[in-house]
Every structure is written in structure tokens, then in C-alpha cells.
């Protein structure tokens, strides 16, 4: 009787595993899911169809398809290359910057206005009011590739900026309109009498009852008129003002706004300058640096020194939790004497400047400290300047920059939605009704 020998198969054997093929599956995979990305978010083919070489000996064989072409790996390649690193974390959407190199002729067969210019140009010329017109033809922020908007707005740069009186005119009524921030700002015992049952602007069905020990520390009126300054400066504290040498410009203006108590020391001061006339504090600043004010009152009374007689605002009526918080800076300045104005957003306020805001595509969980000053100072000033404001990893030259001009944290992703409000403002630069500074300073 013949003895069947008993053997093993080895159950890999006939298989691939992660060999050629199962690689080339799963680059097929990943180059269909990020060329659908695209598609979904630019509204068109941004892939080229590729054609693929079926007898290119360093393809990949796979019985279900064609052999992969080392066009479709060099292109996954740079697609996953772009998506690595920390210069993208505060844009909140892909970004499709190349670097083109030496300046060629625009689309239209027009050499671009920034190779060898003698400008800047005068704002009503033919050629501005072209230039204009391209980055109005935007109308929204996904229309382009965040390198098109970049080219179209160091363009605009060669012509001279001029406020458009009846653009910002009529800007300025629909603001009164909605917001009234001469009257409405702050909360002010004016607009907020004893015994108001506040209501917050987030938690709304939480109520502050208006007591005679907080009616106390409202100002009895709003400090600031309709108008009453001729030029004003918003700060924000984007990496784009980094080097501008813009601090005397700054220091300049009638009235300065700043965000969130910035560092303005003589290191930075030559670029974001000294001067500041209001400053807003988020509470979570006083609650993650100064231990909510139960033992460091000093080191942050020696810090809003640095401002020096600027008047503070703080949302403290955003929420139940910065109530608390926020009265302790009124408190901690009364008890070293302070004669520095503490001031309050009226949650109504920004409860209605948040609704005009998302009428302009700007939709977020929060607006930033930025957009509310300036949207204040539109009603408080002639002529408004920014300063410090870019939602993007690298300036409009396309060199990388940091978040911030004195660090390089991250805001909460979600939490504010930068880029909008930046593409607003390039709106509005455009139209003449705010001038934003995204270069140096002569």
C-alpha cells in the first residue's frame, strides 16, 4: 500500500501579498479619493487625465487594469507631499500654491502689472480698475485656487488705495442699521438699566439679572461717537505684519485697536508699533496664563501696562463662564487704582454682528476678535487701516509665514473661519471701503 506523503501548503503561495499589485491598488485608491476631493471642493476637473504608457516596463501589473504610469506616482507623490508639515494647520481647506516662478503674462494675454512697473498707479486708471475687477469677479472663496487670489491681489498692489466715500458710505448705514455701535458696543447703564435681565449671547437661555453692583461697573454711556476718528488702525496679530516695518505708520493713526494684550515690546515694536487706544482680553487668556486672577493680579496688572491708558474690553457676557472672570479685571484694576477704562461687548451687539456677517459668507462658531473691532471701527472712523490680518500659511509672494508675528500657535480648527473673513476684507479693500496692508511699510 503506497503511503500518501502529507505536506503543508504554504497559503501565501499564488497570492500577492503587498506585492506589486496590492501596491498598485492601493495607489489607485488613494489617487481616485484625492482627485474626488478636488473635484468636490474647486467644482472641476482639477486632475489632467493622464495617459498611461500600457507598455512602460516600470508599471505595475495588475490583471484588473492598466499598468500605472510613473506620471500618476510623481503626481501622488506631490499630492501627499503638500498635505505634510505644520505651514498648512491654520488654513482650514486645501491649499494649491505653487511657486510659478519669474512673473509671466496674465491670462488674457496681458503682461502682469507688478514686472517692472514704475507705479504705483493711479486708482482710477483703466489698468486698476481692471485689476479691481478681476479679484470682484471672485465671488466666493472656492472659486479659486488660493495661488490664483494671491497673484490677482499682489497685482492690485501696483495701484494707489482710495477710499471709496460712496461704498463706504453705504457700507457704514448698513452696519448702523444692524449693529449701531456707537449706541450699542458696550453695555453701558445707558442701554443696560438696573435691573435688565441680561441675556447671554451664546448660552441664551441662561439670564444675568443687571444688579446694583454690576450696573455699577457699566460706563454711563458709550465712550465712542459715530465718526469721531479720522483714521484708525486695526492690528491683528497674523505672521504677515512679521518685518513690515509698518510701526510708525501704525503709531500714526488717530486710534489704535488691538487683539488679546499682543506682545508690543521693542522687539516687535519697529513692525506693529506702540500705540494702542482699546485692546481686547479673551477670558481664556486670564484663565490659562494668570490663574483666573486668584493669585496672579500683579504680573497681569504689570503686563496691561505695556498699553499704556488703552481701555479694555472683554466679552464677558459671551457666556456664563467668562462672567466671573471678566468682572475680576474691573475688580483687580479698582483695587490697584487703575483709571484704565473697563468695558464689556453688549452680547446683543455681537449677537447682531454675527448675523450681518453670515449674510457676507462669513459662517462660524465664533467671529474673531479681529472682525468685531473691525466692524466697530467702520462706525467709529473716517477711514479704517489693517494691519496684521492674513488667514493663510504663506504671504501673497507665496514664502511660508507664521501664524502669529510672535509665535507660531494654532487657533481650535473649526472655531473661527479666517480665511472668509480675510477674503471679505480683500472684498472690501477692493471696493475702497477698508485698506489692507499685506506688504511693507515705506
Given amino acids: 500500500m503506497l503511503r500518501r506523503r502529507m505536506g503543508y501548503a504554504d497559503p501565501s503561495s499564488g497570492k500577492d501579498i503587498l506585492g506589486n499589485r496590492s ?5 489607485i485608491c488613494a489617487f481616485g479619493l484625492v482627485t474626488l476631493l478636488q473635484q468636490i471642493l474647486y467644482g472641476k476637473n482639477y486632475v ?10 516600470t508599471g505595475c501589473e495588475h490583471k484588473l487594469g492598466p499598468l500605472i504610469s510613473l506620471e500618476l506616482l510623481s503626481l501622488l507623490a506631490q499630492q501627499f507631499s503638500r498635505l505634510k508639515g505644520d505651514e498648512t494647520g491654520n488654513w482650514t481647506g486645501p491649499v494649491n500654491f505653487s511657486d510659478d516662478g519669474p512673473l509671466k503674462p496674465a491670462r488674457n494675454g496681458r503682461k502682469r502689472y507688478l514686472d517692472n512697473y514704475d507705479g504705483p498707479f493711479d486708482y482710477n486708471s483703466t489698468a486698476c480698475r481692471e485689476l479691481r475687477q478681476e479679484i470682484m469677479d471672485v465671488k466666493v472663496l472656492t472659486m479659486v485656487k488660493t495661488s490664483d487670489l494671491f497673484e490677482r491681489w499682489r497685482n492690485l498692489q501696483v495701484c494707489k488705495w482710495e477710499q471709496n466715500k460712496e461704498e463706504a458710505s453705504n457700507f457704514k448705514m448698513s452696519l448702523s442699521r444692524c449693529c449701531n455701535a456707537p449706541s450699542f458696543l458696550f453695555t453701558t447703564k445707558r442701554n443696560t438699566p438696573a435691573g435688565t435681565k441680561l441675556r447671554y449671547e451664546v ?9 446694583t453692583e454690576v450696573f455699577k461697573m457699566f460706563p454711563d454711556d458709550m465712550p465712542y461717537s459715530k ?17 513690515s516695518k509698518c510701526g510708525k505708520e501704525i503709531d500714526s493713526a488717530d486710534f489704535v485697536f488691538r487683539c488679546n494684550i499682543p506682545p508690543i515690546i521693542e522687539k516687535y515694536s519697529a513692525d506693529v508699533g506702540t500705540k494702542t487706544d482699546l485692546v481686547t482680553i479673551n477670558p481664556s487668556i486670564i484663565t490659562e496664563r494668570f490663574q483666573k486672577l486668584e493669585k496672579w493680579r500683579r504680573p497681569f496688572y504689570e503686563v496691561l501696562q505695556n498699553y499704556e491708558n488703552s481701555s479694555v474690553v472683554l466679552p464677558a457676557f459671551y457666556n456664563t463662564r467668562n462672567t466671573d472672570v471678566s468682572f475680576r479685571v474691573k475688580y483687580m484694576l479698582d483695587d490697584f487704582d487703575s483709571q484704565r477704562g473697563v468695558f464689556f461687548f453688549h452680547p446683543q451687539y455681537l449677537l447682531n454682528v454675527q448675523r450681518f456677517w453670515a449674510v457676507q459668507g462669513v459662517r ?23 494691519y496684521g490680518f492674513w488667514a493663510f500659511p504663506m504671504n501673497p509672494s507665496g514664502i511660508f ?6 509665535d507660531n500657535v494654532k487657533p481650535r480648527p473649526g472655531f473661527h473661519a479666517m ?10 479693500h477692493t471696493r475702497g471701503i477698508i485698506h489692507v496692508h499685506t506688504g511693507q511699510c515705506t
Fill in 23 to 27: 501596491l498598485c491598488f492601493i495607489f
Fill in 48 to 57: 489632467k487625465k493622464l495617459n498611461i504608457n500600457k507598455d512602460l516596463k
Fill in 203 to 211: 448660552d441664551t437661555s441662561g439670564i444675568l439679572p443687571i444688579t
Fill in 227 to 243: 465718526s469721531q476718528y479720522k483714521k484708525c488702525a486695526v492690528i491683528g496679530n497674523g505672521g504677515i505684519i512679521k518685518n
Fill in 364 to 386: 462660524a462658531k465664533r467671529l474673531s476678535s479681529g472682525l468685531m473691532l473691525v466692524t466697530a471701527a467702520l462706525e467709529m472712523c473716517e477711514e479704517v487701516h489693517l
Fill in 401 to 406: 509665514i507664521t501664524h502669529h508675528y510672535y
Fill in 419 to 428: 480665511p472668509h473673513e480675510i477674503f471679505n476684507f480683500i472684498h472690501m
